[in-house]
């Protein structure tokens, strides 16, 4: 509208009252552009040009508002009377002027005035607000009915405007009634306050951004789609879930089989698989599947590192993204699209659909975050795998150790004759796996000729005929170079070995070996060469567990050929003592003022002595600083600290008890307190005490002879030992220890479990270990005190 003028398009059912409409118009205004003159009221939008104000000079009014005339005001001009405050009601006319006399168009021109400068400043404001906004755009009137919808809103609500507009919005959307959108909305509405909200809207299957503001004619509402947003967002929501779920995944399998459905839960996306790369083959194997790619994928293809989309994307790397895949990846003849992605050094994910184009950038972004968290969950299951698998080795192994240094020592213990021991012992070492043939040799009087003197096992080496020239240093096997070298020898494959002697083991079925020497200080006994029926068996562990026992071995052949594993019943006992410095105990107890004394002692291979040491104080770090000082000490460790006791383990260069051991004495008792040592020593009958007592006089000072007592020492009888601890046993303690030896809970592998145990005898767990323990501590004083 320019100053001054109007456009205004007469429609009526007759031309020639259109016309005459027209020049009653133009006759009252002088100023209004009459472009159409008549238009049939059928169809009044297939005129093109536009106009300021739609003049309906009709009997009846238009059914509904005329698209190509929105947001244009609509006058009807009509001759009836009674009917204005019935139709401006209406949402289709504006306003209604009735042809009553000569001023009609007078009236006419006014209101059409009046209407085009109010509609003309709405239009301004309305579109100044819509200009600035992305958002769709709709407004309601008081009574909820619709009287605007923007292109953007009417797309939204999958609505045509002129299905929309002057209708309620309550009628339309039924389903909205008692939802968020009718509170808000009635909310605004009251208080006369802005509102903004989210809410889904089911029925269109939409989640809604909302913004509604209250106006002087109804309620101008802005709204968002934000569905894509929502569905991230309850994506990334499900990534977090998942995350938590791979990290207390305890194996890699586990992780890949929760890949797979978690990508199929967060995506939506159904065919689905995790490949785990193996090492050893070079392959991705798949490990994690959906159902839906099981029974499309029946083979589950297995692809190299240079085969295949997933092999490219492990090699490189690089995510694969395919809006039509039939050319890239033939597994399938179901899927159209898919995308893969790499999982670190762990493998690859393939993530597929029916749809061709089915995945875009957002489904990517949460599948790459999804496949980064895996990588982390994958990482962190193989580790803990693997620290699983070293403690069960460890445990296996430690088991395993412990029968076999348990059976061993008890033959040590057992036997009487050095005989005894070799055959023993040979036997203990093939019950153990992966042991399967062991024989000891001796070298001969001269020491040129090492022949083999007891073996056992079910293979036959021809070992009753072994002879090994000692001094042909070229061709020695094995066995001859751990007496020679008095090292011990391992072959860890006897397979690869060009040698008689490796040929003739590996026929047999033997995989590896180890040879110990049997050493006591300066002394080689002989030889032990264990066989294993698989390589590698002998690792580092098992060498210095067989070179422990080789050294048990030999100290136990020493005691029986010098006598001093004593058989006899009649003893003397000597209690000496003395202040002299040159006494371990002597000094200790002197400088750290607490009780010290000797709780047991072994020879080591190099001659010398570990004591285990017990001072009555709880300072221990005290004792270790005072034994690291000591020039007698070579080794000091700090075993455990109890009931203000600390214990240690103690290798010392000299010692008393290694001076009485070469006379055969047994030290019962050593102590040392307030610079004093006293020792309780036990000698054969026939061995001269006053010799002893002499020796250690003449190396120590100040001695003192405290107490001198001959008495028997009878041999006790199985059965008399049977009777002194069922004395020391209660009840509970000798039950517990019964039924844990009858049971098999000392075989290996163990037969029954300490719950089998506790549940025979109505106890719990703990209470069962209690008494077991109580019982073994009371056997082994027996053994040991």
């Known amino acids: 509208m320019t100053s001054g003028s109007l456009r205004v398009l007469v429609a009526s059912p007759s031309a020639s009252d259109a016309e005459t409409t027209a020049r009653a118009l133009e006759t009252a205004a002088g100023s209004i552009d009459r472009t159409v003159t008549a238009v049939p009221t059928d169809d009044p939008g297939a005129v093109s040009e536009s106009f300021d104000c739609l003049v309906w000079d009709a009997a009846e009014q238009p059914g509904e508002r005329i698209d190509a005339f929105e947001g244009v005001p609509l006058v009807w001009y009509v001759g009836a009377t009674g009917l204005a405050s019935e139709h401006v009601e209406s949402a289709v006319v504006d306003d209604v002027v009735q042809r009553a006399d000569e001023s009609s168009p007078l009236v006419l021109l006014h209101r059409i005035r009046a209407l085009v400068r109010t509609s003309s400043a709405g239009r301004a404001q309305v579109a100044s607000v819509i200009d600035h906004v992305d958002e769709a755009v709709f407004a309601l009137d008081n009574d909820w009915a619709f009287t605007y919808v923007n292109k953007k809103a009417a797309q939204l609500l999958e609505r045509e405007r002129r299905d929309l507009l002057g209708d309620s919005v309550w009628e339309i959307f039924q389903a909205a009634v008692g939802s968020t959108f009718y509170d808000e909305y009635h909310r605004a509405n009251r208080t006369g306050e802005p509102t903004t909200f989210e809410e889904y809207h089911a029925p269109l299957d939409r989640h809604f951004q909302v913004a509604a503001y209250p106006s002087d004619g109804g309620l101008v509402v802005h709204f968002r789609d934000v569905t894509d947003w929502k569905r991230q967002e309850q994506a990334l929501s499900g990534v977090l879930e998942t995350t938590r779920a791979l990290m207390q995944a305890r194996t890699r399998e586990e992780v890949a089989k929760l890949l797979a459905r978690a990508a199929e839960n967060t995506l939506g996306f159904e065919y689905n698989v995790v490949r785990l790369y193996d090492a050893e083959s070079e392959t991705l194997v798949p490990e994690g599947i959906t159902d839906a790619a099981e029974a499309a994928m029946a083979d589950r293809p297995v692809y190299g590192i240079d085969e295949g989309v997933p092999g490219e994307v492990f090699r490189t790397g690089e995510v694969r993204r395919y809006a039509d895949v039939t050319d890239v990846d033939t597994a399938s003849d179901v899927l159209a699209s898919a995308m893969y992605f790499p999982i670190g050094v762990h493998g690859t994910i393939s993530i597929g659909s029916t749809e ?68 023993g012992v040979c036997r203990q070492f093939t019950a153990a796996a992966p042991y399967s043939f062991a024989w000891l040799g001796t070298a001969d009087v001269a020491g040129e000729i090492l022949s083999a003197t007891a073996w056992a096992g079910g293979t036959d080496l021809g070992i009753v005929d072994y002879e090994c020239d000692l001094a042909a240093e070229d061709s020695l096997d094995p066995s001859a170079k751990a007496l020679q070298t008095r090292d011990s020898v391992v ?11 490796a040929r003739d083991a590996a026929d047999a ?15 080689v006994y002989g030889v032990v060469t264990v066989y294993a029926d698989q390589p ?49 105990f002597s000094r200790l107890s002197a400088r750290a003022d607490c009780r010290v004394e000797s709780a047991g002692a072994l ?23 005072l034994l690291s000082e000591d020039p007698s000490v070579v080794d000091a460790t700090h075993v455990v600290s109890h009931d203000g006791n600390s214990l240690f383990d103690v290798t010392a260069t000299e010692s008393v008890v290694e001076t009485l051991a070469e006379f055969g004495a047994v030290t019962q008792r050593l102590t040392g307190e307030d610079g004093m040592t006293r020792l309780t020593i036990e000698l054969p009958h026939e061995t001269e005490a006053r010799d002893v007592y002499d020796l250690l006089a003449d190396r120590y000072d100040d001695l003192e002879l405290v107490g001198y007592h001959e008495h028997d020492r009878p041999v006790q009888t199985r059965q008399e030992f049977r009777a002194t601890l069922r004395e020391r046993f209660t009840d509970r303690q000798e039950t517990a220890l019964r039924s844990a030896y009858l049971g098999g809970f000392f075989e290996w592998p163990r037969e029954v479990d300490g719950d089998d145990l506790a549940q025979s005898m109505g106890i719990t767990r703990p209470t069962y270990h209690q008494h077991l323990r109580a019982a073994e501590r009371k056997v082994f004083e027996e053994m040991f005190e």
């Open 356 to 423: 061709p184009g089915a995945f875009d950038e957002t489904d990517q972004q949460i599948a790459e975050i999804l496949a980064t968290n895996a990588a982390v969950a994958f990482s962190r299951a193989k580790r803990e795998q693997e620290a699983r698998e070293a403690r069960t080795r460890v445990e296996v192994l430690l088991e395993r150790i412990n029968g076999l240094v348990r059976e061993v020592l008890e033959v040590l213990v057992q036997a009487t004759t050095r005989e005894e021991i070799e055959t």
């Open 491 to 501: 072959v860890s494959d006897l397979a690869v070995h060009d040698s008689s002697w």
């Open 509 to 523: 079925g033997l995989g590896s070996l180890c040879a110990v020497p049997l050493k006591y200080r300066e002394t």
């Open 536 to 584: 590698d068996a002998f690792d580092d562990r098992e060498r210095v567990v067989l070179e422990a026992l080789g050294r048990a071995i030999a100290d136990a052949i020493n005691a029986v050929e010098r006598g001093r594993i004593l058989s006899t019943n009649r003893v003397v006992e000597m209690e000496l003592a003395s202040r002299d410095p040159e006494l371990l």
């Open 603 to 625: 020879y080591q291979s190099d001659g010398s002595l570990q004591l285990y040491l017990r001072a009555e104080t709880a300072d221990a770090d005290a004792i270790a600083s």
